[in-house]
């Protein structure tokens, strides 16, 4: 970082930090806003590549050491967080970033970072419900599940007992231990400022999708109706209910029936099974979505934004487009098809 300090664009072998330094010059420089956009496809290290810009960001731009924890700290150690809950393993990469992240580092009139803001977009839902192997679903959920007294608590076991998780049978990656990455994003939480309170309804809310995942449905007395299906869905939705800290009935009428609103009034209808199973599905993927949300909002609280910066750099991780030989998601030729 020191040899590309202040070095002319081109001088020195091509690096990371002579994109940023050049970024930070051209914004003192010139007193213009800079963005520096990092692309490529799944694996080429388009992550890794942010985490060093903002590095050497806050190399040049950081305050003077005896701070108390500066903004750029922050910043950078909000990556496990993000990291547990926004990556998973894929074909090409074990650690995979599924949502797209914008980072803008605010600096003042003399170049000292004041503040920044984490943007996330287009995490992959559908992620949460179905997944291929040897791929895996979030990083959290494994490492919750090995996580010894909070897995018993919450009546969780070994993945493969979980219909979200046992879809492949990849459970483990090399060299990561999941108990000890739960350790770290507990570390991590407690760094961003999440109470333990928090905390404790985060991996409450986790728990509660993965035993809303194992609830099943047969079909019901009336046409086209679905009830629950045996013993074990009775209890996974007993689960369910109390860590979503809601009605039983009300929930699984919420699985089994959609409210119609007609002129004439609202008609309840029943779902046959399959349906069930897609209103399970998409109440997994929008919990989860809005507590990947939620953790965006508690990082950006706790990092603290400048309001009156004039001048700032943005970095663009935009995640890479998988190029396979066969793209699409293929769907059965009778159902209707869902993007998200
Ligand atoms: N500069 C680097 N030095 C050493 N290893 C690297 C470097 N950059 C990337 N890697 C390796 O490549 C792997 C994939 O990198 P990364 O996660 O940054 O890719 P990505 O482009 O963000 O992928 P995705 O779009 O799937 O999130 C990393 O886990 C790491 O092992």
Request: proline share 2%; glycine share 8%; net charge negative.
């Amino acid at each position: 970082m020191e040899q590309y300090k202040g070095a002319p664009f081109g001088e020195l072998s091509p690096h990371v930090f002579a994109v940023a330094d050049a970024s930070y010059r051209a914004m003192m420089n010139d007193g213009q806003s800079q963005s520096i956009l990092v692309s490529g496809e799944s694996g080429a290290g388009k992550t890794e590549t942010t985490k060093l810009i903002m590095q050497y960001l806050t190399y040049v731009g950081g305050r003077a050491a005896g701070d108390e924890r500066t903004v750029e700290q922050q910043v950078l150690e909000s990556n496990p967080l993000l990291e547990a809950f926004g990556n998973a393993r894929t074909v090409r990469n074990d650690n995979s970033s599924r949502f797209g992240k914008f980072v803008e580092i605010q600096f003042d009139a003399s170049g000292r970072i004041s503040g920044a803001a984490i943007r996330t977009y287009l995490l992959e839902r559908s992620r949460v419900v179905q997944i291929t192997d040897p791929e895996r679903n979030y990083h959290c959920f494994y490492q919750l599940c090995a996580s010894g007294k909070d897995a018993e608590k919450y009546k969780l076991g070994h993945p493969s007992h979980f219909h979200y998780l046992n879809q492949s049978k990849v459970y483990e990656l090399d060299g990561v231990s999941n108990a000890e990455e739960y350790m770290k994003t507990r570390t991590a939480m407690d760094i961003v400022g999440i109470s333990h309170e928090d905390q404790e309804a985060i991996f409450r809310t986790l728990a509660a999708i993965l035993h809303l995942g194992n609830i099943e449905f047969s079909p019901g007395k009336e046409h086209d109706s679905s009830v629950l299906k045996g013993q074990k869905s009775s209890f996974h939705m007993q689960m369910a209910a109390n860590l979503f800290m809601c009605d039983m009935n009300l929930l699984l009428a919420t699985l089994c029936t959609r409210t119609i609103q007609t002129r004439e009034g609202i008609i309840i209808k029943a779902l046959d099974c399959n349906a069930a199973v897609s209103s399970r599905d998409a109440l997994a993927k929008t919990v989860y979505a809005r507590l990947f949300d939620w953790l965006v909002d508690k990082i950006n609280t706790t990092v603290g934004q400048d309001l009156n910066s004039q001048i700032q750099i943005g970095v663009l991780d935009i995640y890479g487009f998988e190029c396979f030989k066969d793209n699409r998601i293929k769907f059965p030729s009778n159902s209707p098809m869902f993007f998200d």
